[in-house]
């Protein structure tokens, strides 16, 4: 399927994988990698792949919120969302899954979870996933 590309982002990472380093060819992002206690590491000061999917996913989700409720003229000033991104292993071998807690603060409950419904069918990380990874969502509306 060809689509019109509007950014590429590159990256590199280099070390042993999940302990190394990884930064942007343009130099704006550059972090040390380590392996958290849960997954047999020493818990190092670096990040991880599963941290930086968090807060990428939260981001393009919140931007997709965001979008979803101009189209519909309702605002979701102070909104946030916390991200959570599991790591496990079933019978095929190691899965991920997400859980997208959304805050509209100033909108019933019923338009909440139709705002997050609507952004979790636009949302390029959403399509993505789809299919491939349970995330689970939650609105909260306040």
């Known amino acids: 399927m060809a689509y019109d590309v509007m950014y590429t982002a590159n990256a590199a990472v280099t070390g042993e994988g999940r302990k190394g380093t990884g930064k942007t060819d343009d130099g704006r992002l550059e972090v040390e990698l380590s392996v958290p206690k849960g997954m047999g590491g020493d818990d ?3 990040t991880n792949p599963e941290q930086l999917f968090a ?7 919140h931007g997709a919120l965001k979008m979803v409720a101009r189209q519909d003229g309702t605002s979701v000033e102070g909104s946030s969302i916390d991200s959570q991104v599991s790591l496990g292993k079933d019978e095929d071998g ?3 899954a997400v859980e997208l807690a959304v805050t509209i603060p100033g909108v019933e409950q019923a338009k909440a979870e139709e705002l997050v419904n609507a952004a979790h069918q636009v949302c390029p990380y959403s399509r993505a996933t789809r299919g491939n990874i349970d995330v689970t969502l939650t609105a909260k509306a306040g």
């Open 55 to 61: 807060v990428g996913y939260a981001a393009c989700f």
């Open 44 to 46: 190092g000061p670096g």
């Open 94 to 96: 190691l899965r991920l």
